[in-house]
């Protein structure tokens, strides 16, 4: 399964990706440093910078297939710390641009992440734009802690396939019989145990990161990327449902 991740941050979405057994094989990052940390960790890998400027064309003129489009869009605009302009706004309204590539590359999935505020600050347009393009839909909230992390960030994830590939049973039933439906793991306890750690210790959430060179970079980096244990969740049931 070939991967687009787009607004790829340092890579969170393609390592929890690539350890449920995919390949990326494009990435799309505007900032520069974390083209450079993605350079790092995926060298060889294509990087294109703004996602205004990528098409289809130029994908298969460079040689890349996609059978799954993944990425975090951006949530400054939809969080409830920020603007509330939601998804007219500049920054969350390039939404646009995702659903203008699945509309023209035609993935065989595409994954969504986004903070929990989508849900009334654009999710029917989200799910709208989807259907428009003849893309079904399934989501719900995954908090980090629920997969081991040691802070809460409380995120939708949206999973979206062609009309009629599959329903339901093939997709959510298989992650169900792992562990449990994505709603059961966000058990209250585990949430509290993991508050509860990163009140001992809120910096090593950033392993350290002051004082280092680019430490300023390397903290917004971290703190707009996601849990990879959630997308390798994502990804095992979505490697099982076409098995």
């Not at 960790?41 to 297939?65: C, F, K, M, Q, S």
């Not at 990425?71 to 390039?94: E, K, M, V, W």
């Not at 009140?199 to 392993?207: F, I």
């Amino acid at each position: 399964m070939r991967v687009l991740d787009l607004f790829s941050g340092i890579g969170g979405f393609s390592l929890g990706l690539e350890r449920a057994g995919m390949k990326t094989v494009a990435f799309c990052e505007i900032e520069p440093y974390c083209q450079a940390v993605l350079l790092k960790h995926w060298p060889g890998v294509p990087i294109y910078g703004d996602v205004r400027e990528l098409t289809a064309d130029r994908l298969v003129a460079d040689g890349i297939g996609v059978d799954v489009i993944c990425g975090g869009f951006p949530c400054q605009d939809i969080s409830f710390a920020g603007s509330g302009l939601g998804l007219a706004g500049a920054r969350s309204g390039l939404w646009s641009e995702f659903a203008r590539l699945i509309g023209e590359l035609r993935p065989r999935y595409a994954i969504l992440e986004n903070v929990s505020a989508l849900l009334v600050r654009g999710m029917g347009r989200v799910l709208g734009d989807l259907a428009g393009i003849g893309y079904d839909a399934e989501w719900s909230i995954v908090s980090a802690c629920s997969v081991g992390a040691p802070h809460v960030r409380r995120r939708v994830f949206i999973v979206a396939y062609p009309d009629g590939q599959h329903g339901r049973k093939g997709l959510w039933d298989s992650l169900a019989r792992e562990g449990g439906a994505l709603q059961s793991i966000n058990g209250e306890p585990r949430q509290r145990a993991c508050w509860r750690s990163r009140l001992e210790n809120p910096s090593a959430l950033y392993r350290g990161a002051n004082g280092l060179p680019n430490g300023m970079d390397r903290n917004r980096a971290v703190g707009n990327s996601i849990t990879p244990a959630i997308p390798e969740m994502i990804g095992r049931a979505i490697m099982r449902a076409v098995a």
